[in-house]
């Protein structure tokens, strides 16, 4: 800083002797090589600032490419909807689900939609959609021990009612929905209702077709298919379905499960419940109405 | 807006969305239902088959997000980790439209936490990025957090909390 502003000062004593002519030549000469100067370093200067910005939108554009990759094999890994088909008859997993439905619910009596005695004192009203997942959490996870402990016992009995939620389509929601009462009307509804949650598929995948129903039908053991078919285009069936929808509309459920519980034949009310694969819930309300 | 504006908005946000996914990651674990005001649509959502990802809650995997984002910002400033939080953000950006894409095509339903995070982590990936495109900002400048004339390190930022 200094050297520089000492010759300035040796310039200005320089130019004092000069003629003004002189004096302006040597100015502008010194000017045009500071601005070339200034010009050259703000060239140098953007360039640079350029040069990292493109370096920073490359860096960008690796993260933007990379993250992109990622999600695409997220979408693939996680299924894009295919159909699901139930098991065949007599293979693995149909021996499986057969079993599994045959332990939980084999030997308990049933009628129409309703699972066990006909004299039990309280009665369990279960509304779902059979495509529904947090039906299948509570089917598979809170449902067993409920059944062995109440139903098994003859202390209660469980209505299984339809609620349109999860299934996109009415008119495949009414589809699978009376399949399963007319299994019901061979008392074995509930054998339909377990087989069709223990292989339930992906929720919105449009796997629910007719030949999916037909396959979770030749499961349920000894179910006459052909009755089983011809019953189906009852249209006592298809306004049960319809019935169940008002009633959860008069109880307010908006979503599945729902589910009201009472004594057999008495005044129905609300169960709440946080953990749908948690029996507590039932546990306690059918303590407390055996109690009462 | 000044490096360090940017910052502590960043390390606010950052904050909600640790608040947000640690809710919903309890929720998870603890198999209860979120707080909805749209009905049944939170439990919907939380229960479906995409809430985990190769059986990992994508609840967690939003907190272990928020946590390095957070650890990031916490780190000294420079380059290196305006770049990590770019980064960090545009993947946490791209995984809630992921999720996003989900509720809305595949579950149709909503969940309100799960819009919230994706909002504030939208709003975060902007900033980020801008951030990292803009890098150093000299003190003094009109974006700048210091006063005319003080010295300040390159490439690094003064600890939250001291006077700039």
Known sequence: MVPYLGTLEQKSVKVACMSPVESDEELTRKQRREQARADRKAMEDAAAAAAVRRTRLTQLGVVGAVVVVAVVVILIATGGGKAKTPPKVGSAGASSTVAEVQKLIGGIPQSGNVLGSSTAPLTLQYFGDLECPICQKFTLGALPTVVSKWVRTGKLKIEYRSLETATREPETFKLQQVAAYSAGKQSKAWYFIETFYHEQGEEDSGYVTEKYIQGIASQVPGLNLATWTADRSDPELANEVTTDAQAANNNGFTGTPSFLIGHTGGPMSKVEYSNPEDPTFINEAVEKLLKA | ?164
């Open chain 2, 1 to 164: 807006m000044s490096a360090r504006a940017l910052r502590i908005t960043l390390i606010v946000l950052t904050l909600l969305g640790l608040a947000v996914a640690s809710y919903v990651t309890y929720v998870h674990y603890a198999g209860i239902k979120p707080a909805c005001t749209a009905g049944e649509s939170c439990t919907k959502v939380q229960t479906s088959r995409y809430a985990e990802l190769e059986g990992v809650p994508v609840a967690l995997i939003g907190l272990i997000g928020y946590v390095a984002i957070f650890v990031t910002l916490l780190a000294p400033e420079g380059e290196n980790t305006r770049f990590a939080l770019a980064a960090l953000t545009v993947g946490g950006f791209a995984f809630s439209a992921y999720l996003t894409y989900r509720e809305l095509f595949s579950i149709h339903a909503i969940c309100e936490e799960c819009a919230s995070s994706a909002v504030i982590m939208t709003i975060m990936m902007c900033l980020a990025v801008w951030r990292f495109l803009r890098g150093e900002v000299p003190p003094g400048s009109a974006m700048g957090a210091g006063p005319a004339g003080q010295n300040a390190t390159p490439d690094s930022a003064a600890p939250l909390g001291s006077a700039s």
